[in-house]
């Protein structure tokens, strides 16, 4: 059973994991809250890491994609762009986001699609997301 402990525990790592940005702070980070990780999980760790999948997910989806798009050359305001492309933004919403005009997002994404040899945003997302190489 999963105590109170590891319930408030659980949710810290899920705050954590929505900041990690590489593979080596995830590996720590999931370590350091479920140590049976690596090897034998007893029940309480399988029923913590059902919980927290969803969260680890998309904290592994995230990494992937930021290593990936580091090592296409991207600069990281390009890649701050991508991102917010990827969860759904618009051009004008990431400009407000950014507090940048809308005309400085379509330069990012120009030059992002240079970089990664794309011509429009779904092509730039499948390439990120390893659907095309």
Do not use: C
């Amino acid at each position: 059973m999963v105590s109170a402990r590891q319930l408030e525990d659980a949710v810290t790592l899920a705050r954590e994991l929505d900041r990690v940005r590489d593979t080596p702070t995830l590996q720590a980070l999931l370590q350091a809250f479920l140590p049976g990780i690596a090897g034998d999980r007893d029940e309480t760790e399988r029923a913590l890491l059902e919980l927290l999948g969803p969260a680890i997910d998309a904290a592994a989806d995230r990494v992937a994609r930021a290593e990936r798009l580091a090592h296409a050359g991207l600069t990281p305001r390009e890649r701050q762009v991508l991102d917010l492309v990827a969860v759904g933004h618009s051009n004008l919403l990431i400009a407000r986001r950014l507090g940048v005009r809308q005309r400085t997002v379509d330069k990012h994404l120009e030059h992002a699609y240079a970089k990664l040899g794309v011509g429009s945003r779904t092509a730039a997302l499948a390439r990120i997301r390893g659907i095309a190489h």
